[in-house]
């Protein structure tokens, strides 16, 4: 029996949850945010089945966006990072790219590039720091900037910023970054560009021109606790995890399980092993406790994550087997539940996956179980 780890992605729930999201912003275009591999999701399935459903692409890094273009993604590209060296710019026009310049070396790779003007013309962004202090220009500079670049700053500039705090639904932080930001720029007369998913949901004047849609299009709540009530929002699983049990074992009463033998049985127990652990991305840290579905009832971790296995106390299910799915988040098990158990968030769980957990697409069209 070949190994049956496999993350599912339903490419249909992707795209209701992207069209869920432009309904809270009909008048603004959608940047659809495919970096890390489309949050584990598959950067190339991804875009290949929501291309017709936003305006734009945008990854973190040149790698990600050569990679789409290498599979035949033809959409313009935001590269979010902006460029790490002078030689990337080259590629603006050839590989139909977009920078997001947030500091002065960055406008020396500009400058470093022959017909510059020409060339970069409706392919700039620029990010501004209003409060998250990571990237960007510092927002009293955006005068001085414009007036020193002009060549840059013209009608086809969008303006950017990010929110530290959007994922807090009523956060003042959030609300301070975006009126500090709506002053400096609102009246400019660029294009502006606030909102990420929660932004989007939550954050009515984080709504502008553009909107950056991430982790909300995979089926994961972008809040840290919920959405506000007047906003809520059912977002459809994209991501259904699953592996099978590859063992079964009575141990009794006082023995334990794993390495380091953390877990103790507290009376005679019935333990599944299932093929996932660390290695395939399943957090080393997860806790005993961390919730797992088996044959419609939620089991329990015990024991330490190792490298390909975890272990689960199924000691109260009925006509468990070798054999058995296992699902590790998905459709009958939100994948914040678990990240909750973890102390982690829904993000890094999708995005940690590796290589070794198939990928299998679903869509009413028909499945796609090529590899990525």
Same mark, same amino acid.
């Given at each position: 029996?070949?190994?049956?780890? +496999?993350?599912?992605?339903?490419?249909?729930?992707?795209?209701?949850?992207?069209?869920?999201?432009?309904?809270?912003?009909? =008048?603004?275009?959608?940047?659809?945010?495919?970096?890390?591999?489309?949050?584990?999701?598959?950067?190339?399935?991804?875009?290949?089945?929501?291309?017709?459903?936003?305006?734009?692409?945008?990854?973190?890094?040149? =790698?990600?966006?050569?990679?789409?273009?290498?599979?035949?993604?033809?959409?313009?590209?935001?590269?979010?990072?902006?460029?790490?060296?002078?030689?990337?710019?080259?590629?603006?026009?050839?590989?139909?790219?977009?920078?997001?310049?947030?500091?002065?070396?960055?406008?020396?790779?500009?400058?470093?590039?022959?017909?510059?003007?020409?060339?970069?013309?409706?392919?700039?962004?620029?990010?501004?720091? %209003?409060?998250?202090?990571?990237?960007?220009?510092?927002?009293?500079?955006?005068?001085?900037?414009?007036?020193?670049?002009?060549? @840059?700053?013209?009608?086809? $500039?969008?303006?950017?910023?990010?929110?530290?705090?959007?994922?807090?639904?009523?956060?003042?932080?959030?609300?301070?970054?975006?009126?500090?930001?709506?002053?400096?720029?609102?009246?400019?007369?660029?294009?502006?560009?606030?909102?990420?998913?929660?932004?989007?949901?939550?954050?009515?004047?984080?709504?502008?021109?553009?909107?950056?849609?991430?982790?909300?299009?995979?089926?994961?709540?972008?809040?840290?606790?919920?959405?506000?009530?007047?906003?809520?929002?059912?977002?459809?699983?994209?991501?259904?995890? =699953?592996?099978?049990?590859?063992?079964?074992?009575?141990?009794?009463?006082?023995?334990?399980?794993?390495?380091?033998?953390?877990?103790?049985?507290?009376?005679?127990?019935?333990?599944?092993?299932?093929?996932?652990?660390?290695?395939?991305? @399943?957090?080393?840290?997860?806790? $005993?406790?961390?919730?797992?579905?088996?044959?419609?009832?939620? +089991?329990?971790?015990?024991?330490?994550? %190792?490298?390909?296995? +975890?272990?689960?106390?199924?000691?109260?299910?009925?006509?468990?087997?070798?054999?058995?799915?296992?699902?590790?988040?998905?459709? $009958?098990?939100?994948?914040?539940?678990?990240?909750?158990?973890?102390?982690?968030?829904?993000?890094?769980?999708?995005?940690?996956?590796?290589?070794?957990?198939?990928?299998?697409?679903?869509?009413?069209?028909?499945?796609?179980?090529?590899?990525?």
């Amino acid at each position: 029996m070949s190994r049956q780890t +496999i993350a599912t992605i339903n490419l249909d729930a992707v795209t209701s949850n992207l069209i869920a999201l432009q309904g809270y912003a009909k =008048q603004s275009k959608t940047v659809a945010v495919i970096k890390a591999n489309a949050y584990g999701n598959g950067a190339v399935k991804i875009a290949q089945h929501i291309q017709a459903h936003c305006d734009m692409f945008a990854v973190a890094i040149l =790698q990600e966006a050569l990679e789409l273009r290498a599979s035949g993604i033809t959409l313009p590209i935001l590269v979010l990072q902006g460029p790490h060296e002078s030689p990337e710019v080259a590629h603006t026009l050839e590989q139909n790219l977009h920078w997001m310049i947030h500091n002065h070396t960055q406008l020396g790779f500009l400058d470093a590039l022959s017909s510059t003007e020409a060339s970069l013309d409706g392919r700039l962004w620029f990010k501004f720091d %209003s409060g998250m202090h990571r990237l960007g220009f510092a927002l009293d500079s955006f005068a001085k900037l414009v007036d020193d670049y002009p060549q @840059y700053f013209t009608p086809n $500039t969008v303006i950017a910023t990010h929110l530290a705090c959007a994922d807090e639904a009523n956060s003042e932080h959030a609300q301070s970054q975006i009126d500090a930001f709506l002053k400096c720029a609102q009246t400019s007369g660029f294009a502006l560009s606030i909102a990420n998913s929660a932004g989007t949901i939550a954050h009515k004047d984080a709504r502008q021109d553009f909107n950056r849609i991430g982790i909300a299009m995979y089926g994961s709540s972008p809040f840290s606790v919920q959405a506000p009530a007047n906003q809520a929002l059912v977002l459809k699983p994209v991501m259904h995890l =699953q592996a099978k049990i590859i063992a079964l074992r009575t141990i009794p009463k006082g023995d334990t399980v794993g390495y380091g033998a953390t877990w103790k049985a507290p009376r005679q127990s019935t333990i599944a092993t299932v093929a996932i652990g660390y290695a395939d991305g @399943y957090p080393r840290h997860a806790p $005993t406790g961390t919730p797992a579905m088996c044959n419609g009832h939620r +089991i329990a971790l015990v024991g330490r994550v %190792s490298m390909d296995m +975890i272990t689960f106390d199924v000691t109260d299910l009925q006509n468990v087997e070798v054999g058995d799915n296992v699902e590790l988040w998905g459709d $009958t098990l939100s994948i914040n539940d678990v990240a909750e158990h973890i102390g982690t968030i829904g993000y890094e769980l999708m995005t940690r996956l590796s290589s070794r957990v198939k990928r299998r697409y679903f869509c009413a069209a028909g499945n796609d179980n090529s590899p990525l």
